[in-house]
């Protein structure tokens, strides 16, 4: 009892961690955990239909992109924002695209909302570079506008090439345009985040964007039932 007392305890201070940036909170308990069959089900799973990748190195997949202008987006861009992480990392973050701070500096996620994205990473008990972090376009897209499909379209070979290198266990994708490029389904981001599905024989974990979390702080608690259901799968210790 103490136990279970002292990992409950332990759950709601790594969510809170992370969750009291950007605004108020509702503070909940700490969610029931997710029994195996259902964390781990993949009987509703949607597979893609497109062929195994050859396995090539990040390096290399970069090096294929050169000073890409494979779409419109290369003619606003400050620097190609490729990936940052571990290369062999277990877990990968998809997000959507560069914003002004990512495109500045050439790295995902580095913004507020990659602030909060690298808190939600600590909170499972993970450092930023034991992961491994993208987005589906690799250039900002014109006043942070969503990508277009024939961006996501063109872009796509680099995201495909950055997965087949990294073979993570987990791909959690952040926010509706990863999930949906990913999974090749139109599903809204309210339906599709909490449910397992898979991609190239890989988990994935759709759950909201970081940035939309700063707008919205109470759907904070949905994530972190989401970032939950990835620690059971990948075995990892809730942060005490
Ligand atoms: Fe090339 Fe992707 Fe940049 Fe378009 S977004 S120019 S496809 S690297």
Redo the contacts with the bound molecule.
């Keep these: 009892m103490q136990g279970e007392l002292a990992a409950a305890v332990a759950e709601l201070r790594a969510y809170l961690s992370w969750a009291e940036e950007g605004g108020p909170v509702i503070i909940a308990l700490p969610p029931t955990p997710i029994p195996t069959s259902t964390a781990t089900s993949t009987s509703t799973a949607t597979s893609t239909s497109m062929p195994k990748l050859p396995i090539v190195s990040l390096d290399e997949v970069r090096a294929r992109?050169g000073e890409?202008?494979?779409?419109?987006?290369?003619k606003g861009?400050h620097n190609?924002v490729f990936g940052v992480g571990d290369p062999k990392a277990r877990l990968m973050f998809v997000g959507e695209?560069p914003g002004e701070d990512e495109d500045l500096k050439g790295e995902p996620f580095v913004g507020k909302a990659g602030q909060l994205l690298t808190k939600m990473i600590e909170a499972m008990g993970l450092r930023r570079q034991d992961v491994y972090i993208c987005n589906t376009?690799?250039?900002r897209p014109p006043n942070n506008r969503n990508?277009e499909p024939e961006?996501l379209a063109?872009?796509e070979p680099?995201l495909k090439g950055q997965l087949a290198s990294v073979q993570p266990e987990v791909i959690v994708t952040l926010g509706k345009f990863a999930a949906q490029a990913l999974l090749r389904e139109q599903t809204p981001i309210t339906r599709l985040r909490g449910q397992w599905r898979e991609y190239e024989g890989i988990a994935v974990m759709p759950t909201f964007h970081p940035a939309y979390l700063l707008r919205s702080p109470q759907e904070k608690v949905k994530v972190w039932e989401d970032l939950q259901s990835v620690m059971k799968k990948l075995g990892l210790e809730r942060k005490r």
Excluded: D, S
């Excluded at 890409?68 to 290369?74: F, G, S, V």
């Design positions: 992109m890409c202008t494979l779409c419109k987006l290369h861009r190609i695209a376009v690799k250039c990508p961006e063109a872009c680099f």
